[in-house]
């Protein structure tokens, strides 16, 4: 089994920052992509950001320029660094593993989401 645990959201003003860590844990031999999704009240489940194990980055449009999202291999963490936070990317934000090799079979984790509230 393989547990997804996030940390760093919280309350901030427009234009503030916030970090988000996830960390991997369990038994797995390899996870080829890490990364972000986020949901508001009312809306679907959308991609924020992703990494894959050699670090190329697949950004959401709203978010381009303003996150960044990164990987330690090692550690088998990954971050999303979110700057100019705007009211509209106020949601809760899930870690997803994809790709998670276990004893020779791939599988996708999600994390329990953690809030992200960007007051105006």
């Known amino acids: 089994q393989v547990q997804l645990v996030e940390s760093g959201g919280g309350l901030v003003q427009a234009g503030g920052s916030l970090r988000l860590s996830c960390a991997a844990s369990?038994?797995?031999?390899?996870?080829?992509?890490m990364g972000w999704y986020r949901q508001a009240p009312g809306k679907q489940r959308e991609l924020v950001a992703v990494?894959?194990?050699?670090?190329?980055?697949n950004y959401a449009d709203s978010v381009k320029g303003r996150f960044t999202c990164s990987r330690d291999n090692a550690k088998n963490t990954v971050y999303l660094q979110m700057n100019s936070l705007k009211p509209e990317d106020t949601a809760v934000y899930y870690c997803?593993?994809?790709?998670?090799?276990?004893?020779?079979?791939?599988?996708?984790?999600w994390g329990q989401g953690t809030q992200v509230t960007v007051s105006s």
């Open positions: 997803n593993a994809d790709r998670v090799r276990v004893r020779g079979y791939e599988y996708r984790y």
């Open positions: 369990g038994t797995f031999s390899s996870i080829s992509i």
């Open positions: 990494i894959t194990s050699d670090g190329s980055t």
